[in-house]
């Protein structure tokens, strides 16, 4: 049993940024991969970014390379979403997912979910 809650979300306008934050408890968080995705209004759930157990290993998607960057922090049980110079397009409900074994953009992959948080983007 894993629990996930996010936070940090907002309305921001473009251009500005915003850090979301996930809370782990439940298991070990060491023994995690973690991940971020996202779903607009009438799209499908969509792959953000990921990061390994150690955090040696991290994985974005196109959409957000070079402005989104995702972290851990394995002291705090917690995984970071930092998102810079956001675009009206990056406007989502946000959750933070966990899984047990591997790691990716495959949504499969994760077992466990956050409930999300809105991050709104508009002028």
């Known amino acids: 049993q894993v629990q996930l809650k996010e936070s940090g979300g907002g309305f921001v306008q473009p251009g500005e940024s915003l850090r979301l934050s996930c809370a782990a408890s439940g298991r070990p968080f060491s023994s995690l991969a973690m991940a971020w995705f996202r779903q607009a209004p009438g799209k499908e759930r969509e792959f953000v970014a990921g990061v390994s157990v150690t955090g040696r290993s991290t994985q974005h998607a196109d959409s957000v390379k070079g402005r989104f960057t995702i972290s851990r922090d394995n002291a705090n049980n917690a995984v970071h979403l930092q998102m810079n110079s956001l675009k009206h397009e990056d406007t989502a409900l946000y959750f933070c997912?966990?899984?047990?074994?591997?790691?990716?953009?495959?949504?499969?992959?994760?077992?466990?979910w956050g409930q999300g948080t809105q991050v709104t983007v508009s002028s």
């Open positions: 997912a966990a899984s047990l074994y591997g790691s990716g953009s495959r949504e499969t992959a994760y077992r466990y």
